[in-house]
């Protein structure tokens, strides 16, 4: 007999916020196309990338929290992968005639993916 996984534990709202995540940003990269331009759009799937990133970065930081290792050593990889992500998007919008302003609001997915996730588990929870 096979049981099935629950959809409200930690590896099911992992895995629906990674694909609400690519779904909003899609969706925000053909907005953005078709109202600002080739120039918004790629600065706003630069945001969402970031964010992309970012997301992958925290999943596996907490999904690795009981692994026993050496959490001093994760936060200093950690912080130095932000450093690096940092100094890379600066570089390209200082030297690109990406939009800043559609960057930044490419970094708001993962909070716009974890909102309609909030949404998803409060309806459901009332089933």
Do not use: Q
Request: overall charge positive.
């Amino acid at each position: 007999m096979t049981t099935t996984p629950d959809p409200l534990s930690f590896e099911g709202a992992a895995a629906r916020i990674g694909r609400i995540m690519v779904a909003v940003a899609v969706l925000g990269t053909c907005g953005a196309m078709a109202l600002g331009g080739w120039k918004t759009a790629a600065g706003f799937l630069l945001g969402a990338s970031i964010s992309g990133l970012n997301y992958h970065w925290l999943h596996k930081l907490v999904a690795g929290l009981g692994d026993g290792g050496h959490p001093r050593y994760r936060s200093v990889v950690l912080g130095f992968r932000y450093l690096i992500l940092g100094g890379g998007a600066y570089v390209i919008l200082r030297l690109s005639p990406i939009s800043l302003t559609a960057c930044l609001v490419g970094l708001f997915v993962l909070t716009a993916a974890v909102f309609v996730e909030v949404i998803f588990e409060l309806v459901y929870a009332r089933k």
